[in-house]
């Protein structure tokens, strides 16, 4: 994995965010902190990012989706993993419906909150290598 | 609002089906007390037999029934349409009206009676007591709806809240059963403090969700006793003086002597801390919280006024609902169940009073609860 590539974590639980941050910046990465969706708009107008990591359930339900497609309008290229813990709340259930949800969520990974440090390991590989 | 009833009128004579058409043609009743005008529009058919299919086709929702018809009887139609349509409202016409049919009618579901004949106001009264009727229904069902969506989402939020600190602390233990945090032991310190504070918080939410549904419920026996409400609120401050003073806020009770009051104890404390514990949460470091009570007629008003963030006006306004916890970087490292304020006001009404606000953000807010000094006798 290559160094200094920046990565923009927005999650309103600030605990969260410092979790996600700490494992982003032993990986070597430069990160981006973002509390909430504001805060992650604005952090989009001034860098892009290389990689962007979003909580799905901030101020609204889908502020994570929203945000997504914010990102792929801008920087088509980055790809997004969006943290949810959101199944039995929404009823949405991304694993069965993954090819169909894909297409409008544009995220390119689902991650199961908590974050495992191991799976969103595997996940960055994945996409950088891509 | 407006309702267009459907009518359909059972009958084997063709003057009787055209007389109630006439009749309800431009026949409005007027609902007012449940601010509906209801109208209608009437279709016919000739036998039971095309009744049948035509309450099945076109969903009525009145039927006006003729007991004596050609093939099969009224009494058998009544048994059909009213097994598969329980809300339907059949109003029985008959000419001969027996004791045993009513009994039987009624038994299978029958609404009402019209003896023929009947005049055209006759027939009017009994369609408003069905409309009547109907509209009662309606938005019974309608209110029983809104609740269960209430119900649900009300669920759905709680078990957001429940998982976030969950999640919280999951990720920690991942932290510390990897040593992820580096070298420095303070880091370590920090997650394990982290961790307790969400922990408290989730507790936190588990107490206030168990004092919301006491109240709601009902079921926790009220213990009234005449108390004094100065020396709850001395309590109360008592109760948030090492956080206060941890922080260099001032709290004191401003308005001297004693003040009486019917209640049960235990409810007033609720209300009490809830808003003290704000009052400093939400304070700047060395500021005041002033509490103030005084008697206004048959009730007692009980204010707290703190020096703190301060709310807009959009955020008062939505403040007193559940799980409403107003997010910006001023409050995201203060812990809330979002469930406090939603309590305390429906203990104040609970004691034919309110709870308000009134705030200026950056300067400070002031939270105001009325309480009847007599709500209720001393069981």
New interface residues.
Partial sequence: MSNSKKVLVVE?????L??VS??LE?AGFEVIRA??RAQGEEALMRTRPDLAVLDL?M?EMDSGFVLCHEIKRLYPNTPVIVLT??G??TGMDFKTTAGDAQSWIKAEVMLD?????EQLDAAIKKLLAE | MKELLKVLIVDDELGMRLAVERALRNYIVSLNDLDVEVGFTVIQTATGEQALSCVASEHPDIVLLDHKLPGISGIDVLREIQDDNADLLTIMITAYASLGMAIQATKLGAFDFLAKPFTPDELKSALRKASRHFVIQKQARQLAEEKRRIRFQFLTVLAHELKAPLAAIEGYLFILRDRLAGDDPAAYDRIVERSLTRIEGMRKLIFDLLDLTRIESGQKKRELAKIDLAESIQMGIETVLPAANERKIIVTLQTPGSFPLIADRGEIEIIINNLLSNAVKYNRDGGRVDVRVEERGSQLVFSVSDTGIGLTREECARLFGEFVRIKNEKTTHILGSGLGLSIVRRLARLYGGDATVTSKPEVGSTFTVTLERESAPIA
């Fill in positions: 309103d639980d600030p605990d969260c410092d979790q700490l494992l032993r509390q909430g359930m101020e813990a959101v039995s709340e909150k908590p974050v495992r440090p």
